[in-house]
């Protein structure tokens, strides 16, 4: 029986980690699914126990934050803002800026993937008129958004994920991780600087934009709701349904069929969370991933700097060969064997998220950039590597130093 769930689990993460594996390219989603299936059919799990599996906290705040980021987008949030802001700059550097913090910015509350869903195009529109290189604000926005998402825990999916399993206040956890995601933010500004600022013309040929009509009525609702949800992170509610009351209230002042808005929601990352959920439930019959920590756990002390390295170091590594999401689930039961499950839980999702930034093809928020700019430019892996292995190791190196002492006092 552990044979067959080691191959089931090895079959799933291939499909996952190479994202379009050449001999079987059905996809991640789809991947995904298939591991569950087969999970089931070989016996290693039983239909109810899939079930049990699934953390639905996770589900309930992804699907929320996505339906509230629509009624954002349909209100012209994200344009209006973006465009605000960089028809302010006058320098192609200040745009560069610009475009990162305010992607570090929005990622921290509304996801990182969905932030670049929508600010990629716009991005792409300034380059355009103002006759700038696409390549360094296409990178600068995957980047930051990866970094910004960080501070929070609804910043991306495994930062949600560590909410639900760790039962970590919202503000509380903000404390500690917002520190350091701020200092990675200002570090990967400082580096675009290095990288860019010879390859930037001094000015514009354009203006970077002009301001664009929105729905004042429907902009103002939706942007009071969505404060209004953060507060209610602060205050300590349900993560999930207090997402789920600022959408309820946006459907009823809409006053239609919100079918448009559903249709629009990622129901595929839904689906390959929930079915992650169960490979990985499979995979624990087995026993490996205690055995494996319970081998691991020594040398990986939070407490000492070597210990501290180390973990930094393997969940860098492993997030760039399965994905961060299953090394957050593969990790996350077993914090507690390393010292401090506090400071475990902070520098867990720290780490996982910005070893996103190593490779174009370390995070989803990073594909969504080059797959929506790519009409207009194609954004090359050695082009991206270029910038996001010293970027990573550089906002690792301080963020992990930042939790460590943060925590420590």
């Known amino acids: 029986m552990n044979t067959a769930i080691y191959v ?52 309930v705040l992804l699907f929320g934050t996505m339906v509230l980021t629509v009624y954002l987008e349909r209100a012209g949030f994200f344009e209006w803002l973006a465009r605000m802001i960089l028809s302010a700059c006058k ?125 004042r009525r429907n902009l103002l609702l939706a942007f009071a709701v969505t404060i209004g949800v953060i507060l209610g992170f602060f205050a300590g509610f349900h993560l999930g349904y207090t997402t789920l009351t600022g959408v309820v209230i946006l459907i009823l002042a809409d006053r239609t069929d919100p079918r448009d808005i559903f249709a629009r929601v990622d129901w595929s990352l839904l689906l390959f969370f929930c079915c992650l959920f169960v490979v990985v439930s499979g995979l624990a019959k087995t026993g490996i991933v205690e055995r494996s920590w319970k081998e691991s756990a020594p040398y990986l002390t939070l407490h000492h700097t070597q210990g501290l390295f180390l973990f930094s170091a393997l969940m860098t590594i492993g997030s760039n060969l399965v994905s961060n999401v299953p090394m957050v689930l593969l990790t996350g039961p077993h914090l507690s064997e390393l010292g401090s499950a506090q400071l475990g839980w902070v520098l867990l999702a720290f780490t996982t998220t910005v070893a996103g930034n190593f490779t174009l093809i370390g995070s989803v928020a990073n594909i969504i950039v080059a797959e929506r700019a790519r009409d207009h430019y194609a954004l090359g892996f050695v082009e991206y590597l270029r910038f996001g292995l010293p970027s990573t190791i550089i906002v690792l190196a301080a963020g992990v130093t930042t939790i460590f002492f943060v925590m420590a006092g």
């Open 91 to 215: 320098t192609p550097m200040t745009l560069l800026w610009a475009v990162a913090a305010l992607s570090g910015t929005l990622s921290a509350f509304l996801v990182n993937d969905t932030v670049c869903v929508f600010l990629t195009p716009v991005v792409v529109a300034a380059c355009r008129r103002g006759n700038l290189p696409p390549g360094p604000y296409l990178i600068g926005l995957a980047t930051s958004a990866n970094i910004g998402s960080a501070a929070t825990l609804v910043g991306n999916p495994q930062n949600m994920i560590i909410g639900s399993l760790s039962g970590f206040p919202f503000g509380q956890f903000v404390l500690f991780a917002a520190p350091a995601a701020g200092i990675g933010l200002v570090l990967n500004m400082l580096l675009l600087y290095l990288f860019y600022y010879r390859r930037l013309p001094p000015q514009m040929e354009h203006p970077a934009s002009s301001q664009a009509p929105v729905d």
């Open 8 to 59: 089931v689990f090895a079959l799933t993460y291939m499909l996952i980690a190479s994202r379009r594996l050449s001999l079987l390219p059905i996809g991640r989603p789809a991947g995904a699914l298939l591991g569950a299936v087969l999970m089931v059919l070989i016996g290693a799990l039983s239909p109810k126990e899939t079930y049990d599996a699934i953390d639905y906290d996770t589900i």
